[in-house]
């Protein structure tokens, strides 16, 4: 970078920016998942069951879009595996959620069109980890973290996808993520994604 672009010659924190309104604020709210509960499954199984076809986990995920909505927020939703997205595609279209889900099967084509398409023609996104790098998402103002996982970086990139600064409206980027209390495996990825958002300075609430 620096052989093509020169030296650095300003540095600044996210929150100066974000305190100055280059990019929008963070709103993280975590939800608690109790239900059900597999103390002794490993982890795979534990995803399985626990996240991808857990109904009151993407019931929760139904709600919490049509929240969003209601706020007048175009919202990704972002999975870890494409069934997931086809669950949680179904479950948006029965709910009378108009929602459309991309994934790696899907051209770079289509996928580039339903980005630029959002706001216009798709106020609800289901992705899954295709959109975690390198992915500008100027229209999205929400995100709703489906897929769990551990990963520092990731946690911080997700909802970085949200927080460019908005043309109009409160300069807010919401996100919704989940504790999973079903799995001591899933449990320890969830408070692994909390103390990334912590320690990245966004403002984080734990929801009872």
């Known amino acids: 970078l620096v052989g093509d672009t020169g030296e650095v010659v300003a540095e600044s924190t996210r929150k100066e920016l974000e305190d100055a309104g280059y990019v929008a604020k963070a709103r993280i709210l975590f939800f608690p998942v109790t239900s059900p509960v597999d103390t002794k499954a490993k982890f795979q199984t534990a995803y399985k069951h626990l996240v991808v076809d857990n109904e009151?986990?993407?019931?929760?995920?139904?709600?919490?879009?049509?929240?969003?909505?209601?706020?007048?927020?175009?919202?990704?939703?972002l999975t870890r595996i494409v069934r997931h997205g086809k669950i949680l595609l179904r479950m948006l279209q029965d709910a009378g959620i108009e929602a459309v889900a991309v994934s790696g099967q899907d051209s770079t084509t289509v996928r580039r069109k339903v980005l630029k398409n959002m706001v216009t023609t798709h106020r609800v996104v289901i992705a899954n980890l295709i959109f975690d790098e390198s992915i500008d998402v100027p229209d999205a103002?929400?995100?709703i973290i489906a897929s769990g996982g551990r990963s520092r970086i990731k946690s911080i990139q997700r909802p970085s996808r949200v927080l460019t600064k908005k043309s109009s409206g409160e300069n807010v980027g919401w996100v919704i993520d989940f504790v999973d209390k079903t799995n001591k495996h899933l449990l320890n990825h969830s408070l692994d994604r909390l103390s990334a958002y912590k320690s990245e300075g966004f403002a984080v609430k734990v929801m009872k």
């Open 56 to 77: 009151g986990r993407n019931q929760m995920i139904v709600r919490h879009t049509q929240t969003l909505l209601n706020r007048g927020c175009t919202i990704f939703i």
């Open 141 to 143: 103002d929400a995100a």
